[in-house]
């Protein structure tokens, strides 16, 4: 945004390396300098702790792999050997686990937030689809990861949704064969996901270096939805921002470590205790909590194939929110009716997300049916919709004068 | 010195034209050894027949075997159970097709093409079935549900005392593995 700066550096050392490799100016324009909008609240803050949690599911998740064994008949030991042989092995792990919620709840809250405030619209689509691919490879990589403790339910999760691909026509059953690696998911599709475990986090790092250099680009969105016109508008990234992220991952720290230090199970699921067994399936198959929206979408369809397309047709449309929301208003603070109906998004998705978690039995059926059906209207019929017949309030002329006007300064 | 260009051009655009395609057509060739290694392997195909002898089992019992990492399902089944498959019409049948791998694939799902194995010998008593729901993959409960046949706990289809499916998400009946009787009770499955 702020092209490049010319900046002298005393040091000559540092005067050498950056006329071959202009690394320091780069950063001192990127991570310092760089102009952003004077009035971001505490919302902003969950990117910069989504990105914190990455780092802190790399850390952790090497310091497993040092004690780890990817074999059917030694995973299930090895992680118990994690847990009360290896000095803090159970810090580490829990860190781990723990680690994988968090990660989507600071997601979640991003994404949620890209939505209220519009932060898809032009001029940030790519940045935003960018955002939507990182979803799609966090949740690869937290499936995979799921499954490497080989418990019950890591077995039996593994079963249901390598599964989902013979759904397709024709050549289903050839692919799932082709995932598990025989005939049943076994040894070969353990360390198969072990190996794409591993890997699948340095490319959400190389996706995250992408959104945040779209993000770099275009600059940052922000609560009035208005663009900056001035460098009145804006305050340096440090150390205005650079703190506030730092304040707000620490608060985010206190509450993933109560989890981890007085609740480290309390996301999970007792039967992935039981070390896996392929001839009994559990009772009651549920994912982990972050995947419940998506299973009851999932169940919601009493046809297979037609469950499978709905499940990925729910994220699919993401890619296409910039286009479905024609608004040239991007903030929900000035559309009334798009307020509502972002807070009925929120509550239809915490309660699909409760109807995943149950039983498909009785009245849960129709009521996951509705929530599923609700949530394509919001996105295919009510966004479009809106664009046409909304009344926008006034805006702002800048954002000086948005944060002014409340009393800001 | 336009001409020059031009008639190099043609000889030019050949050798770029091959090389690219050579390039493309061997970087696509060396990707296949990358996928199929994926593929089940040497060791996995290894493990294709099991033998059980069924004479053991009462009527009314079943167990559960493996074979190639699945769970088969073979039960003895009762007078009733026989008697209530027999009598529901194909017309009723969610899956009108037998999914028997000892039999033509557009073979009917009447209870004896169910019970058929390799040779087209019919012992109607036991009944032999992948014990994998058609949906996603989950072990059925035997003698559950409202057929009293089995009940997939994790998405609630219902099959009946044939294995066929009768209600809930999964599209097909159970599969019945390739199989076939060398004694009158002893079977080899594979």
Not at chain 1, 86 to 110: C, D, E, K, P, T
Not at chain 1, 152 to 159: E, H, I, K, L, N
Not at chain 1, 339 to 350: A, N, S
Not at chain 2, 59 to 84: A, C, D, L, Y
Request: overall charge neutral.
């Amino acid at each position: 945004m702020s092209g490049h700066a010319t900046y002298e550096f005393k040091n000559p050392i540092v005067r050498w390396i950056e006329a071959r490799l202009p690394i320091f100016s780069v950063m001192k324009a990127q991570a310092m300098d760089f102009p952003t909008p004077r009035n971001l609240n505490y919302w902003w803050t969950f990117g910069g702790i989504a990105a914190t949690m990455l780092v802190m599911q790399i850390l952790t998740g090497i310091v497993l792999v040092m004690h780890y064994t990817p074999h059917v008949s030694m995973a299930f030991d090895s992680v118990e050997g994690i847990m009360r042989d290896v000095n803090y092995g159970w810090l580490i792990r829990w860190l781990h686990a723990n680690g994988a919620s968090f990660f989507f709840i600071a997601v979640y809250i991003h994404m949620f937030r890209g939505l209220y405030y519009g932060s898809y619209k032009a001029p940030r689509e790519v940045l935003w689809m960018i955002g939507v691919l990182i979803f799609l490879a966090m949740m690869a990589t937290a499936f995979m990861g799921y499954v490497l403790p080989w418990g019950q339910m890591s077995y039996w999760g593994a079963v249901v949704i390598t599964n989902l691909f013979s759904a397709i026509p024709v050549v289903g059953d050839p692919i799932v064969q082709w995932l598990w690696g025989g005939f049943s998911v076994g040894n070969p599709t353990l360390q198969r996901f072990f190996s794409l475990h591993y890997l699948l986090p340095f490319v959400l790092a190389a996706l995250v270096f992408l959104h945040i250099w779209a993000l770099h680009v275009v600059g940052n969105n922000n609560p009035d939805g208005i663009d900056v016109k001035s460098e009145q508008d804006t305050l340096p990234f440090h150390p205005f921002y650079t703190m506030k992220d730092l304040y707000a991952i620490l608060v985010f720290f206190l509450v993933y470590l109560a989890f981890v230090f007085y609740s480290p199970w309390y996301l999970g699921h007792a039967i992935n205790f039981a070390k896996a067994d392929p001839m009994v399936t559990p009772p009651h198959i549920v994912p982990e909590w972050y995947f419940l929206p998506f299973y009851a979408m999932l169940r919601a369809v009493p046809d297979k194939l037609g469950g499978v397309v709905v499940m990925f047709a729910s994220i699919i449309i993401l890619f296409f929110l910039p286009w479905l929301d024609r608004s040239p208003v991007r903030s929900a603070r000035y559309r009334p009716l798009y307020r509502f109906f972002f807070w009925l998004l929120v509550i239809d998705g915490i309660f699909l997300g409760i109807v995943g978690s149950q039983p498909p039995e009785g009245w849960w059926i129709p009521a996951g049916r509705i929530a599923t059906t609700w949530y394509f209207i919001h996105f295919l019929v009510v966004l479009p919709l809106l664009s046409q017949i909304e009344r926008p309030k006034p805006m702002p002329a800048s954002i000086t004068e948005a944060v002014l006007s409340r009393g800001g300064h | 010195m336009t001409t020059f260009i031009d008639q190099e051009a043609s000889r030019r655009d050949f050798l770029f034209i091959a090389t690219g395609t050579v390039g493309a057509a061997g970087t696509a060739l060396a990707l296949w050894p990358f996928i199929d290694q994926m593929n089940p392997d040497a060791s996995v195909l290894a493990l294709a027949s099991t033998e059980f002898d069924m004479a053991p089992l009462a009527e009314g019992q079943g167990v559960t075997i493996k074979w190639r990492g699945k769970p088969v399902f073979i039960r003895h089944r009762t007078k009733e159970e026989i008697e209530k498959a027999k009598k529901t019409p194909l017309a009723e049948l969610k899956d009108p097709v037998a999914r028997n791998a000892n039999l033509p694939p557009d073979a009917p799902a009447t209870d004896e093409n169910r019970v058929k194995d390799a040779t087209g010998k019919v012992n109607e008593k036991y009944l032999v079935q992948i014990g994998i729901c058609t949906h996603l993959g989950c072990v059925p409960l035997g003698e559950a549900g409202e057929y009293h046949g089995w009940f997939c706990p994790c998405h609630g289809s219902v099959y009946d005392t044939a294995g066929r499916i009768r209600k809930g998400p999964a599209p097909r009946n159970l599969d019945i593995p390739p199989y076939k009787y060398v004694s009158d009770t002893k079977i080899v499955i594979g």
